[in-house]
């Protein structure tokens, strides 16, 4: 059976391609029979598995049936950890996002920080799947990080309670007038039922239709294609929603907004809150709506991920996650490398650190895809001359009781922005007079 499967694939390479596999198989005898301890052979294929699949991108991968069960945990349970995503760097553990209302978004964890040690035991060296492990745990129990942050002259440790982190992939609530909807992750196959749940909610809350809609999409990492198509299609009529290209120039699906139901926000102002850890599905929402001028796009410039990843199924265990497309907003753009740019750059003052905190994004990561149209990372973070507004600092905040700037300023820009507009004196002076 197995021959049946490869023969076809062995028949189409050219006669390179069978030196090149002879020459693997000759290594592979080699370790097999030579190495200084007995390898385990199920070991030495996944690793060249592993091995073929990262010289591609950063996103392809092979899933066993460890992965596997940890994507289904994603999607559809929960666990005992910190609310933690992370990646390899080098060796050493780096955090992607930290989860909001859990653990490690409590204690102020950020995109950017290193992991060097758990429980005083040096991580350098290990796998991620070994690093995963060990922050993983049983609620209740405790767990001591070492962070390196940059900007910082020295290490400082972070001591944790790890809690049942269950998925909910969106928050809601209402201030000043406004209807704030934080949406998390689009890992969930609800996501979408969860943002129109909020939205009425919001509703019910006020007794009619808030002044607007904060969209907070910071620090989401992504997740289901189907799920950032339908959380758009929610605040659309029509139009684009996304295109996926594939290697051939035929290759082109598009997904359109469906005009029944209508926007549920029934048109009221928009604001989608963005920052470098938005990825991903994230970008697909914050672009269509950018390109479809449904909402103004506020924050800092998106991680860049603008690759589309299918899990193809290998046996009853195992499957391979492989980057099979890019995707485009609307106006065409390609999100890869350069992300989105928000319409209006609201740094987050309230944090202390923000100034010095490199920020992690798909063109840090080694062998990411290459955006056809170059992006200058120096001139999309450029700041040009001080901006007056944005002048305090995370101390002159807290005297004032701003916790999150951002969130602050896209709630006021809201209001402002549902003001009814003042009547000129010609306009107005029959009923009202000259003012």
Same mark, same amino acid.
């Given at each position: 059976?197995?021959v049946?499967?490869?023969a076809?694939?062995?028949?189409?390479?050219?006669?390179?391609t069978?030196?090149?596999?002879?020459?693997?198989?000759?290594?592979?005898?080699?370790?097999?029979s030579d190495?200084?301890?007995?390898?385990?052979?199920?070991?030495?294929?996944?690793?060249?598995?592993?091995?073929?699949?990262?010289?591609l991108?950063?996103?392809?991968?092979?899933?066993?049936?460890?992965?596997?069960?940890?994507?289904?945990?994603?999607?559809?349970?929960?666990?005992?950890?910190?609310?933690?995503?992370?990646?390899m760097?080098?060796?050493?553990?780096?955090?992607?996002?930290?989860?909001?209302?859990?653990?490690a978004?409590?204690?102020?964890?950020?995109?950017?920080d290193y992991?060097?040690?758990?429980?005083?035991?040096?991580?350098?060296?290990?796998?991620?799947?070994?690093?995963?492990?060990?922050?993983r745990?049983?609620?209740?129990?405790?767990?001591?990080?070492?962070?390196?942050?940059?900007?910082?002259?020295?290490p400082?440790?972070?001591?944790?309670?790890?809690?049942?982190?269950?998925?909910?992939p969106?928050?809601?609530?209402?201030?000043?007038?406004?209807?704030?909807?934080?949406?998390?992750?689009?890992v969930?196959?609800?996501?979408?039922?969860s943002?129109?749940?909020?939205i009425?909610?919001?509703?019910?809350?006020l007794?009619?239709?808030?002044a607007?809609?904060?969209?907070?999409?910071?620090?989401?990492p992504?997740?289901?294609?189907?799920q950032?198509?339908?959380?758009?299609?929610?605040f659309?009529?029509?139009?684009?929603?996304?295109?996926?290209?594939?290697?051939?120039?035929?290759?082109?699906?598009?997904?359109?907004?469906?005009?029944?139901p209508p926007?549920?926000a029934?048109?009221?102002?928009i604001?989608?809150?963005?920052?470098?850890?938005?990825?991903?599905?994230?970008?697909?929402?914050?672009?269509?709506?950018?390109?479809?001028?449904?909402?103004?796009?506020?924050?800092?410039?998106?991680?860049?991920?603008?690759?589309?990843q299918t899990?193809?199924?290998?046996s009853?265990?195992?499957a391979?996650?492989? #980057?099979? &497309? $890019?995707?485009?907003? +609307?106006s065409? *753009?390609?999100? !890869?490398? %350069?992300?989105? =740019?928000p319409?209006? @750059?609201?740094?987050q003052l309230?944090?202390?650190?923000?100034?010095?905190?490199?920020?992690l994004?798909?063109?840090?990561?080694?062998?990411?895809?290459?955006?056809?149209?170059?992006?200058?990372?120096?001139?999309?973070?450029?700041?040009?001359?001080?901006?007056?507004?944005?002048?305090?600092?995370?101390?002159?905040?807290?005297?004032?009781?701003?916790?999150?700037?951002?969130?602050?300023?896209a709630?006021? #820009?809201? &209001? $402002?922005?549902?003001? +009814?507009?003042? *009547?000129?004196? !010609?306009? %107005?002076?029959? =009923?009202?007079?000259? @003012?």
């Amino acid at each position: 059976m197995i021959v049946a499967t490869i023969a076809p694939a062995i028949g189409a390479v050219d006669v390179s391609t069978y030196k090149e596999l002879d020459q693997f198989m000759s290594v592979f005898e080699r370790v097999r029979s030579d190495y200084v301890e007995k390898v385990d052979d199920r070991t030495l294929i996944k690793g060249a598995i592993d091995g073929m699949l990262a010289s591609l991108d950063p996103h392809s991968s092979y899933l066993d049936a460890r992965d596997r069960q940890n994507m289904r945990t994603q999607t559809q349970g929960a666990y005992g950890g910190l609310g933690l995503s992370v990646t390899m760097e080098d060796g050493a553990v780096k955090i992607m996002t930290a989860q909001e209302d859990t653990p490690a978004g409590r204690a102020g964890l950020k995109t950017g920080d290193y992991i060097t040690h758990i429980d005083s035991k040096l991580l350098y060296g290990g796998t991620l799947d070994e690093a995963v492990d060990q922050m993983r745990g049983k609620p209740g129990s405790k767990i001591l990080l070492t962070i390196v942050r940059p900007g910082r002259e020295k290490p400082f440790d972070i001591s944790l309670t790890r809690e049942l982190i269950q998925m909910k992939p969106v928050k809601w609530e209402v201030k000043d007038q406004v209807g704030i909807i934080n949406i998390n992750t689009f890992v969930n196959a609800n996501t979408g039922d969860s943002v129109r749940a909020a939205i009425a909610g919001i509703q019910k809350s006020l007794g009619h239709d808030p002044a607007g809609y904060v969209i907070d999409l910071r620090s989401n990492p992504g997740g289901l294609l189907d799920q950032a198509i339908d959380v758009a299609d929610i605040f659309l009529d029509r139009g684009e929603i996304v295109s996926q290209r594939g290697r051939e120039k035929n290759d082109i699906e598009r997904r359109y907004a469906t005009a029944s139901p209508p926007d549920l926000a029934h048109g009221l102002p928009i604001i989608v809150l963005v920052d470098a850890g938005s990825a991903s599905a994230a970008e697909i929402v914050a672009g269509a709506l950018q390109d479809q001028k449904r909402a103004l796009v506020m924050g800092e410039r998106t991680f860049g991920k603008g690759s589309v990843q299918t899990v193809i199924d290998l046996s009853d265990e195992t499957a391979l996650k492989l #980057t099979t &497309a $890019r995707y485009y907003t +609307p106006s065409g *753009r390609s999100v !890869q490398e %350069g992300g989105i =740019k928000p319409d209006l @750059r609201v740094p987050q003052l309230s944090d202390a650190d923000y100034k010095d905190r490199p920020r992690l994004r798909e063109s840090d990561l080694r062998r990411h895809l290459i955006n056809e149209a170059k992006v200058d990372d120096k001139v999309l973070e450029d700041d040009g001359k001080p901006d007056p507004r944005f002048q305090l600092t995370a101390a002159d905040l807290k005297k004032q009781g701003i916790e999150d700037f951002q969130l602050d300023y896209a709630v006021k #820009t809201i &209001a $402002r922005m549902a003001q +009814p507009p003042l *009547r000129t004196a !010609q306009g %107005g002076a029959k =009923k009202t007079g000259a @003012r």
